[in-house]
C-alpha cells in the first residue's frame, strides 16, 4: 500500500527520480521556462515551490538547504538575490503549468510548459500597470463627472429659458 506516498514513480528508481528533478529544478531556474511532461511538470512545482520560500527567508540556513537541492552556489546565488525578490510578499503560485496542444511524436504523451509567474525583466511592468489602470480608471471617472456637471447646467439653464419665456 502507498500510505503517505505523494507524487509519480515514473518508471525510475528513487535516486534516478531525485536526480531527474534537481536537474529539471536547475533548468527552470536558469531559464525560468521548460518544456517536459505534463506529470513531470506537475511534480516539478513540489521541488521548486518550497525553493522558492527558501529564498524568501534568506537567511544562512535557508541557502544551505537550496545549495542541498540544486548543489550550484552560482544557482543559490541566483535564486536568492534575483529570484527571491520578486515574490516578496506573494504566498505562493510561484510557477504555471501550460498544457500543449501536441502531444510529443514517439509516444504521444502529453506536453506541458512549466514556468516561473514572475521573470526579472517582467517585475517592473507588473507593477507599474495597476498603476497605470488606476491613473486611467481615475481620469475616466473625471471625465465622467465633467460631462454630468456640463448636461446639469445645460439643463438648469434650459429650465431658465424657458421660464422666462
Given amino acids: 500500500m502507498r500510505h503517505s506516498n505523494s507524487g509519480k514513480k515514473l518508471s525510475r528508481t528513487p535516486a534516478h527520480r531525485k536526480a531527474m528533478f534537481r536537474n529539471m529544478a536547475k533548468s527552470l531556474l536558469t531559464h525560468y521556462k521548460l518544456r517536459t511532461t505534463e506529470v513531470k511538470a506537475k511534480n516539478l512545482r513540489v521541488v521548486v515551490?518550497?525553493?522558492i520560500t527558501l529564498a524568501l527567508r534568506n537567511d544562512l540556513h535557508a541557502r544551505r538547504q537550496a545549495y542541498s537541492v540544486l548543489g550550484s552556489h552560482q544557482l543559490v546565488k541566483k535564486l536568492f538575490d534575483e529570484i527571491g525578490p520578486l515574490y516578496a510578499g506573494v504566498p505562493g503560485?510561484?510557477?504555471r503549468v501550460l498544457k500543449l496542444g501536441a502531444n510529443r511524436r514517439g509516444?504521444?504523451?502529453p506536453m506541458a510548459v512549466i514556468e516561473l509567474?514572475?521573470?526579472p525583466g517582467e517585475a517592473a511592468e507588473e507593477t507599474?500597470?495597476?498603476a497605470a489602470k488606476v491613473?486611467?480608471?481615475d481620469a475616466v471617472k473625471k471625465a465622467v463627472a465633467a460631462a454630468e456637471?456640463?448636461?446639469k447646467t445645460a439643463a438648469e439653464s434650459e429650465e431658465?429659458?424657458?421660464k422666462e419665456d
Fill in 117 to 119: 509567474t514572475r521573470k
Fill in 149 to 151: 456637471a456640463a448636461a
Fill in 128 to 130: 507599474a500597470a495597476p
Fill in 135 to 137: 491613473a486611467k480608471a
Fill in 160 to 162: 431658465g429659458e424657458t
Fill in 107 to 109: 509516444d504521444n504523451a
Fill in 49 to 51: 515551490e518550497p525553493l
Fill in 93 to 95: 503560485g510561484y510557477t
